[in-house]
């Protein structure tokens, strides 16, 4: 066994040796604890908000994107009904471009139809006025066999004729 | 009871002693460098091991008390504090492994408290001026010399406060390891075998019981103390 | 004959020393009771007065020790001896 200090005692050297302890201590932390730390901690948190402000733009980004995309969309959308709505009246007019002309024609087919027919029904008319005018000087020469002369008796049958036609 | 042994004198300016308190400081040094080496090896800025989130979460609470307690100015004084608190709280807890804790030593608590001291002083002049610091001490001219002793009695104080309560747990430690060994060799009178008379066998479970306030309590709450009034005094010195 | 004198002196005076231990005793009884009335009347402050309340008792402990040290200084390192 050696020596030993007093209980309660100042000792000048111990005193000394404390302080240059403590200085070698503190200076041992900051290095192998405290600045390491720091630095990690440091170094996390500026990563974070470079994370933040990235995702930030990207947000940013994501939004403008979007409204263009909305915007296209929406233009797109416009042009197509637009189309839908040009391609509705062109064939409208085309439709009723082709209904007038066929309602045209078929006035027309119509009209010529009852020009044909007024026609021939006048030709059927003629005829048998004709004929029947030829078939009544028959019929009258051979029932009045009198000498009503051919004038007085194309006369009649005229007159005859005349009210047939009216009649007709 | 005696102070810390000395080992060797180193025979060079009237001979330099070392004694059990430098030399215990010395092995805790090595082994809080040792930890904080071990803690902070292959930190990455994302946390993957234990580790690295023990080390951060140690870090974090200490800035997170020095600036609640002195404010975002004296950061800078986060390393001292937990360098001072590291050494303090092991220091006196080392007792549990049966060194000499090196807070019982006077020379040790009273080298710490009159950094403080230094450090509250060097504050003050840095803060007002030496005319403003010289003045601090004259408020009211009456209470000058009270305010002197006010303030070198704050340093005694703080040295004496830890001291006290590390040297009376460890004195009444070794009181009551003395008192139950020799109330077993008491006991075991009856058991007619000397090396048997010489087992304690009281000192197994009792003491731990008590080093739970005496080691673990007191170490705690003396270094926190201890920490917390130098805090208090160099940001009040700095007001 | 004087040595004797002087260590029992000592004895006794660290012995007196102690009845400092009275003072933080009462003011650490008390501070406990009122951390107790608080914890009573806002539990959910509980941490927070613990913490305040042993700050508190180990600085008012002060004292106490203070009267422990120089009782172990009359009993471990007493400095009278040496003045024969």
Redesign the interface.
Known sequence: MGEYLSFVDINTWELIFTWVNLLILFLLMKKFLFKPVRAILDKREEEVRKMYDDAEAAKTDAAALEAQYSEKLAGAQQEAREIVEAARRRAAEQSGEIVSEARNKAADLLQKANVQIESERKDAVNEIKSELSSIAVDIAGKVIERDINEKDHEKLIQEFIDGIGEAS | ????????TIPVLGG??I?E??VN??IL?AF??TV??F??RG????PTGRR?QI??K???MLYNLVEEVMGKKYIKF???I???F??SILGSLSSLTGMRPITA????T???A??TFVMVQVNNIRAHGVGGWLKSFTQPVVMTPLNIISEIANPI?MS??H???I??GM?ITSLIYTALASLSSFVLQIVPSVFIQSIPIFQAGLPAILSIYFDLFTSF??A??FC??TMVFVQSAGE | MEKAIILAASAIGAGLAMIAGVGPGIGQGFAAGKAAEAVGRQPEAKGDITSTMLFGCAVAESTGIYGLVVALILLFANPLIGML
């Open positions: 009871m005696n102070g810390p042994q000395i080992y060797f330099i002693p004694t308190t430098i400081t010395w040094i809080i460098t904080c080496i803690l902070t930190m990455k800025i994302i690295q080390a951060e140690l870090v974090t986060a390393p001292y937990g360098a001072l590291t050494i030593d006077l020379s040790t009273l080298g710490w009159l950094v104080s004496f406060r001291f006290g309560n040297a009376a004195v709450l003396q926190y103390i917390m009034l």
